[in-house]
Nanobody
Framework: QVQLVESGGGLVQAGGSLRLSCVCS????????RGWYRQTPGKQREMVAT???????NYGDSVKGRFTISRDTDKNTIYLQMNNLKPEDTAVYYC?????WGQGTQVTVSS
């Protein structure tokens, strides 16, 4: 059974930074496209950033230039470095990979 475990969420002031981590229980995670999504109440889950097995990245328009997705294949882990956070970034952030979702981690940005 695939397990994805996120960590790193929290409360931060606008302009601040956070780094999210997602660890996968199986190594095939590293060979597939995986990424970060976010959701707020009443809205659909949206793509934040993805990274392919070869390391190509893709970002949602609202986070380009502020967020960076990266990976550590030795640790079956992906990261999301979030800089210059805005109140509209407040959401539950989910890790996705190997057709599975993590439990989510709350990010709250105060104005």
């Amino acid at each position: 059974q695939v397990q994805l475990v996120e960590s790193g969420g929290g409360l931060v002031q606008a302009g601040g930074s956070l780094r999210l981590s997602c660890v996968c229980s199986i190594s095939i995670f590293n060979k597939l496209t995986r990424g970060w999504y976010r959701q707020t109440p009443g809205k659909q889950r949206e793509m934040v950033a993805t990274i392919t097995g070869s390391g190509n990245t893709n970002y949602g328009d609202s986070v380009k230039g502020r967020f960076t997705i990266s990976r550590d294949t030795d640790k079956n882990t992906i990261y999301l470095q979030m800089n210059n956070l805005k109140p509209e970034d407040t959401a539950v952030y989910y890790c996705n990979g190997v057709c599975s979702w993590g439990q989510g981690t709350q990010v709250t940005v105060s104005s």
